[in-house]
């Protein structure tokens, strides 16, 4: 059970950092950012252009390299949009998602490929009594440190405060004199580096690098935050863990027959736990349209 624990802890601290990121845009501008799966694409990437230099010197450069892309795409993609409809904005997110796409196969191929990243965490250590890999520890580690910088950033910046305010009411708080532009920027910044941590993390997990590597982790993101509850940060960061804990959980304890069906079982809780919290674990009540 406690091995189960830390794996559980450990994947919903990857899921946690993805959730975030998908979160931070949806509570300012109500967009389900689906491009968010080509930011980690790009992260992915970019560990393998980057390779051979120092571990925290390719780290830095991946942070800035899927910022700067997230960034352009609010820039060139989403900032004339900023006031349409949400469909509008969906549509635009998943065209900017294609269109990424087509060009990681034009430049980089079908072809899977890999890069040999954090390879020194590949070992485990004991605690008490308890394998746990150097990598899960890692993953758990950085993800807290940024919950709770994330957690103090918005409460204890002029900036963060400005975000707080759009993320309950954009135009207010705009004709109270916040400057959208910048808070909008500021979430895709943001929303850019916890993609591009989480690309590093995946890739250091997996190994793999594929034009559609984006896809699974962006859809078990959106998940992750309707589980949660929309439109609060804590609630998609606990939509995270409880998705990873149930999908553990059933893997470690389903009879061998039943275990291929795993993720069907997974989303059949979540639909359970749907049906009696329509808001999700910690959404507030009311009606929320996707």
Known sequence: MAQNLINALSLGSLYA??????ALLFSIMGLINFAHGELI?????????????PFAVTAVLVVGVVIGCALAME???FRSVRGATGETLLMTSFALSLLVQGGA????????????VLGSLGASV???????????IAIIGVTAVLLLGLAWFLRATSLGVQMRAAAEDFGMARALGVRANLVVAAAFGMSGAFAAIAAIFLVASTGALTPAMGLKPVLVGFVAIVLGGLGRLWAAALGAYVLALL??????YLPDGVAPYRDALVYFGIVVILMFRPHGIAGRPGAVRV
Not at 126 to 135: D, F, Q, R
Not at 247 to 252: E, G, R, T
Request: charge should be negative; hydrophobic fraction near 60%.
């Open 17 to 22: 950092l993805i959730a975030l990121g998908v």
């Open 126 to 136: 004991e605690v008490a009594g308890v394998s746990v890999g150097k990598l899960d």
């Open 105 to 116: 196969l034009l430049f980089e191929g079908a072809d899977p490929k890999s890069v040999d």
């Open 41 to 53: 694409m790009i992260g992915g990437y970019a560990l393998l252009w980057f390779a051979g230099l």
């Open 247 to 252: 999908s553990v959980m059933l893997q470690a």
């Open 75 to 77: 820039r060139a993609a």
